[in-house]
């Protein structure tokens, strides 16, 4: 981050909120909520009995569903505040870490139906190339692996001329979006909503690239590498190198893109290919794309085992240590929605219908179903839901809300997939490394 300086050490500050908390906490809350907190409202003082103290905290009057509150919710709206910061080719992102690079959209900067390069998230495991080495007229991609049978290498150009171009609008997530919610807190970037979007991308399928290297029978899994540095530097070790199963692979979806938005992908999103796998985690879509084995077992890079991209096999008690063979590898991510407009913290006339609206996805599946709530979730209307653009790109919702009487409200939106899985409302499973919160979100509104 800009203001951050190097210590005596040469290390730069990347403490995690949490550690900022233990060490001093009205620093902390200014960090994160843009302002000084109460120190009760911080640790969650809202009992029923204290609605008129919440109120009075709120800036409002009164929170007319405030007897459907839920004690010891910390109201969305001491959470609208986000700090913009530069990042080059990024717009209003907000910055979790800066080595390696990880930065988030505020939800409702990704209001837009595709979503713009500018506004698409950074999840940085290692060090991206420098643009001045990238040179995509030499740029080569390899395929090989145990279990391909003809290994090839290919230029951007050659993929361009040999292979069909497909273009696709498509949801990538990262695991750990939500992972702020989990407590006992889980290590790792505190990503909030924003670490998920949906561009269109253009490329080749992935499956036609392997198939003309031919593909073993005994094919279980690719696996792919990327220009980005190993954190240490060490040039033995990899940052990251995940993969998908075969059929995941070999899917319509699947792609090894040049283009994102019609421009070239961002840097820091990729350039100048990357593997894309819409509907799970966003750890499989490799970045900087120059390798791709077909492998006979699953790939075993670096992130591929657990508790990375892992969860327990079986629901388990918050702080539980749970043994690495217990755990499995994530697949198709769960059904989801964000609003995106209006903002968190918005006044709104009172007598004026409202639109919110927002996008929701499911992983592999689509969304059946969203509904809307403004009373804390004691009755939900349902949403007007758009198809989306293709299988596996995010569907646009929105509904006209009206407001019985002046005071807070909080909107919840929740999505349902097509197999009737909901989105809880409260944040699911506990987990070691906080993945998979697929808990409703919801916004402040204050109708005056
Ligand atoms: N080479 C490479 N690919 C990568 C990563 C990385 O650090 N290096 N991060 C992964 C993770 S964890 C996610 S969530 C997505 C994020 O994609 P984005 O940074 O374009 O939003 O890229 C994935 N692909
Ligand atoms: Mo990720």
Redesign the pocket.
Known sequence: MSKKTPDSAGHLDTRGIHELYAEDPVQADRKLWGREVDPESRRGFLKRSSLFAMASALGVGSIPFGDKMPGGLIPAALANTTEPFALEGKDGLTVLNDR?INAETPAHLLDDAVTPGSR???????L?PEMASIDPATWTLEIAGESCEKPMSFTITELKEKFKHYTYQLQ??????GRSEFVPSASGNQWTLG?V?CPRFTGVRLRDVLEACGVKSDAVYIG?????QHLSRDPNKE????GVPIAKAMEDESLIAWAMNDED??L???HPL??VCGGW?????????KKIVIRNKVHDGA?MSPPS?AMPKYPVAPGTEVPKSDMEIIGSMPVKSIVTFPKSGITHALGQALEVRGHAWAGDLAVEEVYVSIDFGATWQKAELKAPANRLAWQHWSLQVEFPEKGYYEVWARAVDTEGHSQPMVVPGWNPRGYLNNACHRIAVQVA
């Not at 698409?120 to 290692?126: E, T």
């Not at 990538?172 to 979006?177: A, D, R, S, V, W």
């Not at 792919?224 to 980005?228: L, P």
């Open positions: 390696p698409m998230f950074v999840r940085n495991n290692g991206p990538i997530e990262c695991g750990g979006n670490a979007a792919y590498y990327g220009a980005d940052a990251i190198s995940r992908i961002p820091l999103n990729g990357r593997l985690p966003g750890s499989v879509s490799g970045k900087w794309l992130k991209y």
